[in-house]
């Protein structure tokens, strides 16, 4: 068993939260390789066309524009990938767009830029990534109650950004969703498709391609005389559709027989346009996912004023320690019940650049313990990118620990290493217990507390204490927690868990399991 320091230490703040099922989008500190690596490929791209002007009249349109993008990423790389279309787009252009330029280019092969293209294919994201990337702009949609269009025009809470997701895009999201067997989020982003393309916007995907994904998915939602309507359109555009007939047929005949059983006339399908509200989302495994989701939005914070008012704030010395004398730290009462503390000024910005800089090379996908084998494997309610420090690997991580111990009266010598996490696109830890088994973000990235209704937003140098035990050894199941995915900016956050083992004398027992 455990008790547990949460040390929300610090953040970058860059443009851009459920699974994201890639690993390389679990970390934003990893994503900003493929900034540069697409400015690389535009360069090498650039030089292929000074090599074969002749050829490349298609291309160097391309060109252009990528050219003009990587501008923009490369100047401020984690500020442009913290717009999640931004980072969702990257992935799309490397995953898929670029193969197609590799294509064009192999009918008049020029050694150069192939040899570059094959060079760094190895480091590109894959199908899952990109799937993983889709999904995780659906989590935030979802937690943040966003609206797809607010999302294809890049309007997020406190922001607006010219990341925009075309025709094109919002129908891969909508068909990342139905090949998930998603057919509440394939509605939405297929509704947002058909209607950006009825804008007049031009795409490469059909108008009847859209239509034939959006009537099966709303089929599937139970909304027969709408699958009826948007079907017979279909077949209107196309009417040799080799499923549309087929399709319409059958919708036909089910809308007439519930009508037959529920004894009601055929009514004309809703007029209204399918939006975040038209159809209820299907529950999932989190019995708590609405509480949880509602207090990452900063609703149904369980804290009257009166109780507010009872919060304080002081200088602690950690009982005279002699390191804390001279300078205490400042601690603020975060919450009452169980007891959840805030100590500012706990890292210094030249601490969290070499806890950074210590870190990045060794983050891999976190991982949790699973319950029934024991072994530690990667979740798809953990999604985030973590490395361990010791505190013989650089002065500052054994000061760092040094001054977790005096504030809190805890040993280290029986702790966990100090843990550094970096969330990228969508990262989050659904709700969990930390027992038996660094940073300002612009919107999002809170940790809550679903039990007792408390939501404790990062602020960059400050750490939160709490104890997950009793006295007693006993878990305090209040303390079950999670961390909200970052709508916009990038969490890292390092944690130290404190063993229940060597706090004997420290912490000592009390006469009652509860105490």
Not at 57 to 67: F, G, P, Y
Not at 313 to 333: F, M, S, V
Not at 437 to 459: C, L, N, Q, W, Y
Not at 462 to 476: H, Q
Request: hydrophobic share 35%.
């Amino acid at each position: 068993m455990r008790e547990s320091l949460s040390l929300f230490s610090w953040a970058l703040l860059f443009s851009c939260c459920w699974v994201t099922q890639a690993e390389i989008f679990t970390s934003i500190s990893h994503m900003t390789d493929l900034v540069y690596t697409e400015k690389e490929l535009v360069q090498s791209l650039k030089e292929y066309i000074k090599a074969e002007e002749s050829k490349l009249a298609a291309v160097k349109s391309w060109a252009n524009k990528l050219d003009a993008l990587t501008k923009v990423s490369t100047s401020d790389p984690e500020g442009y990938l913290a717009h999640p279309v931004n980072a969702y787009k990257l992935v799309k252009r490397l995953n898929t767009e670029w193969s197609e330029l590799e294509s064009l280019v192999l009918q008049n092969p020029s050694d150069g830029f192939v040899s570059n293209m094959s060079m760094h294919r190895q480091y590109f994201p894959g199908e899952e990534d990109k799937t993983g990337a889709a999904k995780a702009l659906m989590r935030l949609q979802d937690t943040y109650q966003l609206d797809s269009e607010a999302f294809s025009k890049g309007k997020l809470p406190g922001m607006h950004s010219n990341a925009m997701l075309t025709v094109d895009d919002c129908f891969d999201m909508g068909k990342t969703a139905y090949n998930d067997g998603d057919y509440y989020h394939a509605v939405l982003w297929m509704q947002q498709s058909l209607k950006q393309l009825d804008a007049g916007e031009e795409a490469v995907i059909s108008k009847a391609d859209i239509l034939d994904y959006l009537s099966y998915s709303v089929y599937q939602m139970g909304d027969l005389p709408r699958a009826v309507e948007l079907t017979r359109r279909l077949v209107a555009i196309d009417p040799s559709h080799e499923r549309a007939g087929g399709n319409l047929r059958y919708f036909e005949r089910l809308l007439f027989k519930q009508l037959n059983e529920l004894k009601q006339t055929q009514q004309s399908a809703s007029e209204e346009p399918i939006q975040l509200g038209t159809y209820i989302r299907p529950k999932d495994h989190l019995p708590e996912r609405d509480t949880y989701e509602a207090l990452c939005r900063g609703e149904g914070v369980q804290m009257s004023e009166a109780r507010r008012s009872r919060l304080l704030c002081r200088y602690q010395d950690g009982k005279r320690n002699p390191r804390l004398l001279l300078k205490p730290i400042k601690e603020e009462d975060e919450w009452d019940s169980p007891r959840i503390v805030r100590f500012l000024d706990m890292l210094s910005d030249e601490e969290i650049e070499k806890i950074k800089e210590l870190a990045k090379p060794r983050l891999a996908r976190a991982t949790v313990r699973d319950p029934k084998t024991g072994v530690l494997t990667t979740a798809n309610y953990r999604v985030s990118k973590s490395a361990w420090l010791e505190g013989e690997e650089d002065p500052i991580i054994d000061r760092v620990n040094q001054r977790i111990e005096d504030i809190t009266g805890l040993t280290v010598d029986t702790a966990e290493l100090l843990q550094v996490a970096n969330y990228g696109v969508g990262g989050q830890y659904e709700p969990h217990f930390d027992f038996s088994r660094m940073s300002d973000v612009e919107a999002g990235g809170a940790t809550v507390f679903p039990d007792f209704g408390a939501a404790i937003k990062p602020k960059k140098g400050t750490s939160v204490f709490w104890y997950n035990l009793f006295r007693s050894g006993e878990g305090d199941y209040r303390t079950r927690h999670a961390a909200c995915p970052v709508l916009v900016g990038s969490k890292w956050v390092s944690n130290k868990w404190f063993h229940e083992r060597g706090q004997e004398f420290r912490r000592p027992c009390g006469l009652t399991e509860v105490d």
